[in-house]
């Protein structure tokens, strides 16, 4: 059967991997070609990039370090951030992405998950939602998790699935940065509403993190960044706790 | 020269680039003359089973491909895996290659499709050089699978039903999953193809 996934998530902006994604002082980790191809090499089971890039120039680098990921990178490998029409999924499927992520262009217009749906497969487009909670219920929220759409964010899985969308890249605006574990209420309610694998991001700052959220519900995939950026802990470190923790993965 | 053939069909850089860090010479073409002169034929492909058909039928490439697999070491990855097959049904019935009896089908599981993610390999016990890959994980992707005899098939996945991961007939080889994008294990799976069909 199908193993629970480990996917370090990492953030690109004008070209350098950062630390962070909307405050001020973003520190520089290094290259993203040479951190995907380590982390591939360490044992992860798929890579994200996510383009936080505020210039045209930065977002034509992201294509030009795609496709020298896909040289280079032996796992599956997704990139989103500042996808919003079918040109810009085009040119990343092109330059060797295996799946495209989009975000506020897909809340702005629903088409766009369907019409890149059709035109590449299900497999390759992947919906991510960033959701906090209000009250009982959650909320989609975008421009980095700071404005509030209004929308239900359970509504949304459902109307992404229904119109084509492959995956569900799921981050709780409430856990996330707070590295006291991932979201398991927000991470249950969207498994349980939709029939397409989701990934869980936001909140998880140890290794046991990953094996409570796999345990707690049925999600596909945990995504992570600090943890494994600030050296804390390897992703064979995560898998081997994983592991001991009887959660079926691919062994790193 | 080990030769992929070109069809319009998906991503071939990653293929590409798994033969080249082998160390082998590799080059991406629809050229019948170029494919005929390579010592290895790598078919890949992401789409449906009938586009590629008429992608194959448009370049010409569908006589040239049957003639090819009859010749030198032949390999098909993912949906071009598919395509050495008889019939497809994915968008209707459609008339593959015909390299390999049997037929693509949707996959008929309790489990949620695509099937998509890291599964694990079972090794029939006739083909001892697979052996090492034995309940090791590969990527795959796909919603349909190939039904044919046991004798073709090298090894096999389990979602909850039972789904062909790698076959072969004679110097044909076929592989389901994605052995580019399934990390050190899916680059020695390719590897092993090519020692497998090196004295041939």
Redesign the interface.
């Known amino acids: ?3 629970k ?1 480990i996917i370090p998530c990492l953030d690109v902006k004008e070209g350098k991997v950062v630390k962070g994604t909307n405050f001020v002082g973003l520190r520089e980790l290094g290259d993203p070609v040479e951190m995907a191809s380590a982390y ?2 360490a ?1 992860a ?1 798929e890579i994200v990039f996510l383009d936080i890039s505020a210039t045209n120039e930065g977002r034509q680098t992201m294509v030009d370090i795609v ?1 020298a990921t ?3 990178v ?3 490998f997704t990139v989103g951030g500042g996808v919003r029409t079918i040109d810009d999924v085009t040119r990343l ?1 092109q330059a ?1 992405a ?1 799946k495209v992520g989009m975000n506020s262009a897909a809340v702005v217009n629903p088409s766009l998950i369907t019409e890149a749906s059709a035109r590449f ?3 390759c487009i992947v919906v991510a939602i960033d959701a906090k909670r209000f009250g009982d219920k959650w909320h989609v929220m975008t421009h980095g998790g700071s404005k509030d759409t209004g929308l239900d964010a359970i509504e949304w899985a459902k109307t992404a699935e229904k119109n084509g969308a ?2 569900i890249l799921l981050t709780s605006v409430d856990t996330d940065g707070v590295k006291d574990g991932f979201d398991t209420e927000l991470t249950s309610a969207v498994v349980e509403a939709v ?3 989701v990934i869980a991001s936001g909140g998880c700052g140890k290794p046991e993190h990953f094996s409570d959220i796999f345990k707690a519900t049925d999600v ?1 995939a945990g995504l992570a960044a600090s943890i494994f950026h600030e050296n804390t802990f390897t992703v064979g470190e995560v898998k081997r706790i994983c592991q001991q923790e009887g959660v079926d993965i ?2 790193a | 020269m080990i030769a992929i053939v070109d069809y319009g069909m998906g ?1 071939t ?2 293929v590409s ?2 033969f080249t860090n082998l160390g082998y010479e590799v080059v991406i073409t629809d050229d019948i003359q170029l494919l005929e002169s390579a010592t290895h034929v790598i078919l890949p492909g ?2 449906s089973f009938k586009a590629a058909m008429e992608e194959i039928n448009d370049r010409n490439l569908n006589a040239a491909l049957r003639k090819l697999a009859k010749e030198k070491p032949f390999l098909g990855i993912c949906l071009g895996m598919q395509l050495l097959f008889e019939k497809g049904f994915e968008n209707g019935e459609t008339v593959g290659l015909e390299i390999i009896p049997g037929t693509i089908d949707k996959i008929e599981t309790p ?2 499709l ?7 390999l079972q090794i029939s016990d006739k083909h001892p050089a697979f052996n090492r890959f034995e309940a090791k ?1 590969v ?1 795959f ?1 796909h919603s349909y699978q190939a039904n044919t005899a046991e004798e073709n098939i090298v090894a096999t996945t ?3 039903t039972k789904i062909p991961g790698i076959v072969r007939k004679g110097n044909v080889f076929g592989i389901q999953f ?1 052995p ?5 294990i ?2 020695e799976i390719i590897r092993t193809f090519m020692n497998e069909t090196a004295n041939r």
């Open positions: 059967m199908i193993v996934r591939s090499k044992g089971d496709r896909a040289r280079e032996f796992v599956p499927l060797g295996d497969g299900a497999q492959g995956e029939r397409i694998p596909s691919r062994e | 991503n850089a990653s680039t798994a992401v789409g489990h949620i695509p099937h998509i993610g890291w599964n694990k994980h990527y992707v389990d979602y909850g994605h580019e994008k399934s990390g050190e899916g680059i």
